[in-house]
Structures are given as structure tokens and as C-alpha cells.
């Protein structure tokens, strides 16, 4: 497929960026890259005399949320940039690939083997299981991995990654909680807009469900069959569940201002008392 040259393209000239070695070579930097951001965070959060308050729990989830941040900023970007300004990946929803998508995909697929890593890491030694972001997460970083494996969707991998467009305010929420402004005026706006954004989430995920059923002949001839599944169960799951229950729980923590992320464990209770 004829792709249009670009300054990105130019830069790369010479590296076959479809190569398997290269693409998980490529794949390990990106998640090496956000090991790096956390310990960052880390590091520089020990400023903070409110990050010092938190148990240990809590400090992951700082940490986490600031590098989901950075990610999802990167991923509005780039899912902003394949749904409606560049068309060269909606030209075949499955088979098309240009040098940008295929270092996107590398940085994606890292961000999500370092973000499992992390959740599972985290929850084994705090004793805290969210289900639904773990779900959330796996399907991510398994089909992200087909994706690499097979290289092939990088369409629905452009459009998939915009959800996270909600997780830069989803942190400002998280902090000014902990911080006690959960009653000033920025937490309400931050919040409205996060609330507004999670129904955008939604509208992303019919628009993914239409550009499926649109090009169904051809997902259904070239997408691999393991890709498939994964394909339809995420979207499925993505569309009419998940992305509806946070929805559902960001607007009733909206007027009802708490962190129902992480209520009190009977560890938390006792390093309290």
C-alpha cells in the first residue's frame, strides 16, 4: 500500500520497522521508558509533603496515575491524529501500517506490559483487586501484543488508544482529593469535564463498533482469528460495560466527593490506630 512520505518517515529511513525483532526491541524501550517515568515520580514525589502522608498503597496509585497521565496524553494525541486528521489507516481498518503507526504501536503495547506489571505487582503486595481496571487492562495488553505479533490493526489500536483521553483528569481528580479541595471550584470543573469526557469515551467506542461493522467483509477475511475474538469480546466489554460503569461512578462521586478507590483496608486501619 503506497503511504505518504512524511519528516517522521525520512527520519527513520533505513530501520524496517514491520521487522519482529525490531518491533519488540521497539516494545521493550517504550516499556523500560515508563519504568523510568514511574521511578521519576517517585523520586520527585518525595517533595511533596502530601505524597509523604499516603500509605504505600496510595503512592503507587499516585505514581501510577502521574505516568497514566503522561500516556494519556500521548494517546489523545495520537488517537485525535488517526481519527480525523490522517486517513491513511482508515483507508483498510486492518492491513495498513505507515513508520508513525508502527512506532505508536510500540509505544502503546510497552506502556501497557509496564502498566499489567505494575497493577499486578501492586495489588499482590497491598492485598487490593479492582476487577474492572484489571479486565480493563489485560484485554489491553494481550491484544496489544496480537497486535505486534500479527502486525496488523493498527487502525483500531489509533482509535482504541483515545479512550485514555480521560486519564490526565481522572489523576487531577484523585489529587486534590487527597489534597482536601475536593470542594473547590477546579475539583468541580476538572470533574464536570471528566464526567463530559467518559461520555466521549463512550462515543469513541460506537464510532470503533461502526468503522468494525462498516469494513465487517474485511475484518472478518483478514483480521487472525485470535485478534478477531479479542477484537469484538474488548469491544463488547469496552462499549457497553466498562466504560459505562465508570461513567456511572465518576458522576456519583461528582456530588459525592470521595476516593472510592481506595476505602480504608483493615492493614490501613491498623497503621492508623
Keep these: ?9 525520512r527520519a527513520v529511513a533505513g530501520w524496517d520497522l514491520s521487522d519482529d525483532a525490531v518491533q519488540w526491541y521497539g516494545t521493550g524501550l517504550s516499556c523500560l521508558f515508563f519504568v523510568l517515568v514511574y521511578v521519576a515520580t517517585q523520586v520527585l514525589s518525595q517533595c511533596s509533603t502530601l ?20 500516556f494519556g496524553l500521548f494517546g489523545t494525541f495520537v488517537g485525535c491524529y488517526w481519527m480525523f486528521y490522517d486517513d491513511s489507516l482508515s483507508k483498510d481498518v486492518v492491513n495498513a501500517k505507515t513508520d508513525e503507526s508502527h512506532v505508536c504501536v510500540m509505544i502503546i503495547t510497552g506502556f501497557f506490559v509496564f502498566e499489567c506489571a505494575a497493577l499486578f505487582l501492586s495489588n499482590m503486595c497491598n492485598g487490593f483487586f479492582d476487577a474492572n ?60 469535564l471528566l464526567v463530559h ?3 466521549v469515551r463512550i462515543s469513541i467506542g460506537m464510532l470503533v463498533m461502526l468503522a468494525t461493522f462498516k ?34 461512578k465518576k ?3 461528582l456530588f459525592n466527593p470521595v476516593d472510592w478507590n481506595h476505602e480504608p483496608t483493615t492493614a490501613d486501619k491498623q497503621k492508623t490506630t
Excluded at 505524597?51 to 503522561?70: E, G, I, M, P
Aim: hydrophobic residues 50%; charged residues 10%.
Design 1 to 9: 500500500m503506497e503511504t505518504k512520505e512524511t519528516v517522521f518517515s
Design 51 to 70: 505524597y509523604c502522608k499516603l500509605t504505600s498503597r496510595q503512592r503507587v496509585f499516585w505514581n501510577l496515575a502521574l505516568v497514566r497521565s503522561v
Design 133 to 192: 481496571l484489571a479486565l480493563h487492562h489485560l484485554l489491553a495488553v494481550v491484544g496489544h501484543l496480537m497486535v505486534v505479533y500479527y502486525d496488523t490493526n493498527h487502525y483500531f489500536v489509533g482509535a482504541a488508544v483515545l479512550l485514555e483521553v480521560t486519564t490526565p483528569f481522572t489523576a487531577v481528580c484523585w489529587v486534590l482529593i487527597k489534597a482536601g479541595r475536593e470542594n473547590s471550584l477546579l475539583w468541580k470543573a476538572n470533574q464536570m
Design 197 to 199: 469526557l467518559f461520555h
Design 215 to 248: 469494513n465487517l467483509g474485511l475484518v472478518l477475511a483478514d483480521m487472525p482469528l485470535p485478534l478477531l475474538v479479542l477484537h469484538f469480546v474488548g469491544l463488547v466489554l469496552t462499549t457497553f460495560y466498562l466504560t459505562p460503569f465508570w461513567t456511572y
Design 251 to 253: 458522576t456519583c462521586q
